[in-house]
């Protein structure tokens, strides 16, 4: 069942690469008591995640705060080591946007916005999506309908409904 407005977002726990190591994030702490906005891809590297998908958030990453934003993260079903080089190549950890991996799928899978990727054999993948969280409340959900959109889960698609 994929998650909808109103509904609190599921207990995971995410992966960041930080100066120290790699630190395990909890979804439910970070959202707590903040406004966060959290967009999931189908994978790093890709071409309209690349391309398209987190330029958007690049773009619009000051109009977001502006907005009383505390917290842009970008999830994908990778390792943490490939989202923190992905971060760095498309300058998204530059603008402040925390990439955080989802190894397993746990959060893309609570969330119901996993799907079979045939181009991985099988593997879950994530549908592309962008949220708003406050205090851990989804107030906006944006779902993709074919993972090669980017339209309404776009930084300025979602910019428009906050």
Known sequence: MTISEGQSLPEATLMVKT???IADVS????SKGRSVVIFGLPGAYTGTCSNAHVPSFIRTFDKFKAKGVDEIICVSVNDVFVMDAWGKQT????????????PDASFTK???LDFAAGFVRGAPRSKRYALHAVDGVVKVLNVEES????????????????
């Open 19 to 21: 100066a120290e190591g």
């Open 27 to 30: 979804v439910t702490e970070r």
């Open 91 to 102: 300058g998204a950890t530059a603008a402040g946007i925390t990439m955080a991996a989802d």
């Open 110 to 112: 609570a969330l119901g």
């Open 147 to 162: 993972p090669g959109a980017c339209d309404i889960s776009a930084g300025e698609g979602l910019l428009q409904q906050l």
